[in-house]
């Protein structure tokens, strides 16, 4: 059989345990049975009535556990779990005073659907529930039971009733409630279905797929949004089965709920253009999506709603500057005006006040000129000031409350305008709420707002109270940066966006990245008519960080420029043409449906035309269809062998039988610009094997170019092609061809990331004639620190100065992720493997253990933790001692090569090895010191050089050791004893992490200046 025809399974969406809300419904299966199966943690809501609730479980409260294992990940329990069963809820009116678990279903049946449900009781008072459809109570349903102490599958209902079942009225989405009537209660899985003789057993039916929604979802704006602009364009993802759509808009909910008559009715797109809004209004809007021909049904929509954008918006507290003539005390200053206290709702018009005293303003007595100032951080458009005059409790009677007053603006605190009104402000009422008091600008541009007190409401005392001030404005700058400001990886052509400041008639904007010349305006200035702007034009480069600021202009205005606030970004250091993490086994991501090769594919409803076949003997992807195959019923994709960063490669089979290369070839549907970024190299991540033959090549366009060597290394390579020499349009990249030419070549190649670099590419391992070094940590790389690191605030490997000083002293250094299951072909293909001091110990015991002793290449190991009995077996115990200052090193072996150079006296190093350092990221943090496995040597082994003395250490503690191949090590687990395939060398260095701090950053660099040389001389004699 064609094995691009055989279909692969069926595919099922998993779900990890919990709410499902908004997600796609389960679909009924069409079949004669017209199941629906869930698993009852894949609820999509719980509605809960306190203190009735749904908690999921993977144990019930006592203790029981089906002998198989719950069906899916666990089940749910209803809660609380007291035995006795929950009063209230065995009557009506159930879904008002119990707990549901309701999920949705898309019907493609109607009528009778039977249900089943697995679960069980723990005793007679918790053995029964009841069942809705769209959370309707019925009696057909009602007080399902039969799961006392017994964990089964039942349909039952109470005192004869029959079986439970649901009638399903119409096609399309409905809700399945399962509902609490007992407490206690523990459900595993629920079945629907139109057949009455079906019984489900076991397990019961696999989980149904969950597919594209019947109704409208994913709405923009999202349900509950506020400040929307007013010209929006509302969209929505349409329903699976949607030809046309009707849109109800209006401003409320009952209306557009009740409508039947469509705002606009039959609509050829999902979006809708409901014209300009009104300002801080909210709107309702609901689609109900029209099915085709011939039933054309209509699936009702649910109401979304939002809030047009306000006519001005608050300005934070944090951005505001207030200074006063006086202050009564510390607690009373003029900061007490707009700091929100006393307020019972924030950033609301319609906030009220208390009357604490300590919510306020009061001014030190006597105050003969009383005034406050209030300089914001930029220019306003005022728009309004709210105000709550002083509301001590005692005002009515005493009247500290600003009473007379002169409200004076500025732009620059020299020149002032007088507001023309008003003059007077209402008393405050001296109890609680006390409301605000609205003082209109008219939109006059200010920084400074100042209020000078004429008089008091009491007109007795010199002191003076003000509550709180809140300043709205007009939102006249740009905000709202798409891409965010502070983005990552943004591609060198994406399109700017932003929202448009209110008045703007266009945009200015300044991009460059050199942060000031933006900030300060001097960067070359580029127009745009639209609140956009495509980078293609500015040919900006890969791997550096943008600056951009927008200022909206308009010429009728005054001011005519609001200049906006400096944002950036930072483009990808590459860019991907592909990284193979999307194929898999399935149509249409099968990896040869890309990549094509001599096997070609079969149609199917993705691809409806058969492809027979480039005519070479090139295969893409794993052979699972053989039973003879190794990979039979498995991954058509690598997942094992990947390249560092990597979850997947993509293998390539080649058989130039006959003397034609074997190729694969994607064709790019969309013509590719090779140039963006200014990109130099393209870089082809490959992994070949022992006895390939052949000559790698590569055609860009039709463009050939050849690897150098080889392609039989199992290490990964880098095929860096340089692309100022391929003669083709880089512009237009229309065609990738990757293969193997050469007669009767054959083997097997894995290709993983496909990308673009600015610069050389990366260093292709072997290629540079130096002695290569595998490097084991955590980290990816000397840039990319692990999570755990990166999480402690590295940007590097924290061990890379290790690599840097292997680099400067000439040697080519490619890092391994640190596993407990090397990889023999890669490690062997080495020159040297050095385990760091920045990895997990647990990686090297047991079956780790002898996985890494089994590597032929010489090694060198820097971590004591590696080296205990329970771990490798290097030494015949665990204790562990960690150095707390400057250590010094007592020499076994003067003579021994590693040695040479190194000041002794009396075979005492004259000088430190190494000592406790600090973490970079702060400076202060200390790290420990080197971890001394304080314990003998294996019997095999030579002891080198320790500890000189107490005091930083443990005197006598080994630092060096060494192990020729053929020694026996013993350890805990795993094969127990090995025999060492390759010589070693324990050479200990390495900080090990701070107390509290990741694990991932143990490993920093914390030799003295011999110690590096003795570092170096023992590479050196590691070294073959």
């Known amino acids: 059989m064609c094995r691009k025809c055989l279909l692969v399974g069926m595919l099922f969406v998993l779900f990890v345990s919990g709410s499902l809300l908004g997600a796609s419904p389960l679909e009924q299966s069409s079949g004669a049975d017209g199941i629906v199966s869930v698993e009852a943690e894949h609820y999509d809501e719980i509605i809960s009535n306190d203190p009735h609730t749904w908690l999921f479980v993977t144990e019930m409260s006592d203790g029981f556990v089906p002998p198989e294992g719950w069906s899916g990940d666990g089940a749910m329990q209803s809660q609380p779990t007291q035995l006795g069963g929950g009063a209230g809820l065995q009557g009506t009116d159930f879904t008002s005073t119990s707990t549901g678990l309701i999920f949705q279903v898309n019907f ?70 399962i509902w609490m009537r007992e407490d206690g209660l523990t459900v595993d899985k629920v079945v629907l279905t139109t057949n009455p003789d079906y019984t489900p057993t076991g397990q019961g039916p696999p989980e149904s797929p969950r597919g594209a929604s019947a109704t409208a979802s994913e709405p923009d704006p999202a349900g509950g949004a506020q400040d929307v602009v007013r010209d929006i364009v509302v969209s929505w993802e349409p329903g699976k089965y949607a030809a046309k759509h009707h849109v109800y808009f209006g401003d409320t909910f009952d209306d557009v709920n009740t409508a039947t008559v469509p705002t606009a009715a039959n609509l050829d797109v999902n979006a809708f253009e409901p014209g300009s809004l009104e300002f801080g209004k909210t709107y309702y809007w609901r689609v109900d999506e029209v099915n085709g021909t011939p039933d054309r049904t209509v699936f009702k929509g649910e109401i979304w709603s939002f809030e047009a954008e306000p006519y001005s918006l608050k300005i934070p507290g944090d951005a505001i500057t207030v200074t006063a003539s006086s202050y009564a005390k510390e607690d009373t200053g003029p900061e007490k005006t707009i700091d929100g206290s006393g307020l019972d709702v924030l950033d609301s018009r319609d906030a009220t006040h208390s009357n604490l005293t300590e919510d306020m303003w009061l001014s030190a007595m006597p105050d003969p000129s009383p005034w406050l100032m209030y300089e914001f951080d930029q220019i306003q458009k005022l728009d309004q000031m709210l105000f709550w005059n002083s509301n001590h409790s005692s005002e009515v009677a005493v009247g500290w409350g600003v009473k007379a007053v002169d409200i004076e603006t500025s732009v620059d605190g020299v020149a002032w305008t007088l507001l023309p009104e008003p003059r007077e402000l209402a008393q405050g009422p001296g109890i609680f709420p006390s409301e605000a008091q609205v003082v209109d600008f008219g939109s006059i541009p200010a ?60 945009h200015t904007l300044y991009i460059s990245t050199d942060q000031s010349t933006v900030a300060n305006g001097s960067a070359a200035p580029v127009t745009s008519a639209t609140n956009s702007l495509d980078l293609a034009s500015l040919d900006l480069q890969l791997g550096e960080t943008y600056f951009w600021r927008v200022d909206e202009v308009n010429d009728t205005e005054s001011p005519a420029i609001w200049a906006g606030p400096v944002w950036r970004f930072s483009t990808p250091s590459t860019l991907v043409v592909d990284d193979f993490e999307s194929y898999g086994n399935l149509s249409p991501d099968r990896p040869f449906q890309t990549w094509l090769d001599g096997y070609g594919y079969s149609a199917d409803e993705f691809f409806p035309v058969t492809y027979p076949g480039n005519g070479t003997g090139a295969g893409i992807g794993h052979d699972i269809w053989g039973p003879a195959s190794p990979h039979f ?192 072909a890669v490690l062997n293909a080495v020159d040297l493997v050095i385990v760091s001091r920045s990895v997990a110990s647990g990686g090297y015991q047991d079956a780790g253990a002898t996985a890494w002793n089994s590597i032929t290449t010489p090694m060198i190991i820097a971590g004591g933790y590696t080296t205990r009995s329970s771990r490798m077996g290097f030494t015949t115990g665990g204790t562990m001692v960690d150095t707390s200052g400057d250590i010094t090193l007592t020499v076994n072996s003067p003579t021994h090569p590693i040695f040479a150079g190194i000041e002794l006296i009396n075979g005492t190093m004259a000088n430190p090895f190494a000592g406790v350092v600090v973490y970079p990221t702060d400076g202060t943090t200390a790290a420990r010191g080197i971890s001394i496995n304080n314990d003998p040597l294996n019997a095999d082994g030579t002891l080198l050089a320790s500890i000189s003395s107490a005091g930083n250490g443990p005197a006598g503690g080994m630092v060096i050791g060494e192990w020729q191949a053929g020694a026996t090590l013993i350890h805990t687990g795993g094969a127990g004893t090995d025999i060492l395939a390759g010589h070693r060398l324990v050479f200990l260095t390495g900080a090990r992490e701070a107390d509290g701090i990741s694990s991932e950053t143990a490993g920093l660099y914390d030799l003295y200046e011999d110690g590096a040389a003795l570092f170096l001389n023992a590479v050196e004699y590691m070294l073959p």
């Open 633 to 824: 019923d498995g991954a058509i994709m690598e997942t094992v062998n990947t390249a560092p960063g990597s979850t997947q490669s993509m293998p390539f089979y080649y058989s130039n039988t006959g003397g034609s290369a074997s190729q694969t070839e994607r064709a790019f549907a969309d013509p590719q610009d090779w140039t963006v970024g200014a990109a130099k190299t393209l870089s082809i991540a490959f992994r070949g094997q022992a006895g390939n033959t052949g000559t790698l090549f590569a055609m860009i366009n039709g463009s050939r170019v050849t690897y150098p060597q080889t392609p039989d290394s199992s290490l990964w390579h880098f095929f860096n092609i340089d692309l100022s020499s391929v003669n083709t349009n880089l512009q237009s990249v229309t065609k990738l061809v990757i293969g193997v030419e050469g007669s009767n070549a054959s083997g097997m190649i894995l290709i993983d990331d496909i990308k673009l670099h600015p610069d050389a590419g990366p260093v292709d391992p072997g290629s540079s004639g130096l002695p290569l070094i595998a490097w084991v940590s955590f980290h990816n790389d000397d840039t990319q620190p692990s999570a755990g690191a990166s999480g402690a605030g590295f940007t590097e490997a924290p061990d890379k100065p290790y690599t840097d000083l292997l680099e400067a002293n000439g040697y080519e250094v490619m890092r391994y992720i640190t596993t407990n299951a090397p990889d023999p």
């Open 108 to 177: 493609v049946k109607t009528g009778t659907h039977y249900l089943w449900i697995l679960a069980r009781g723990m005793d007679g008072n918790s053995d029964s529930c009841h069942a809705t459809l769209d959370e309707e109570e019925n009696t057909t349903a009602y007080r399902i039971d039969g799961y006392n102490n017994n964990y089964t599958w039942d349909r039952d209902m109470m005192d004869g009733a029959g079986v439970a079942t649901l009638e399903v009225p119409s096609l399309g989405i409905h809700t399945l409630g």
């Open 447 to 506: 920084k400074y707002v100042r209020l000078t007190v004429l008089s008091s409401w009491g007109g007795i005392l010199p002191q003076y109270g003000v509550a709180e001030v809140q300043f709205y404005a007009l939102p006249t700058r740009p905000r709202e940066p798409m891409p965010e400001s502070g983005s990552v990886d943004v591609h060198p052509n994406t399109v700017l966006e932003w929202r448009a400041g209110r008045e703007a008639g266009q």
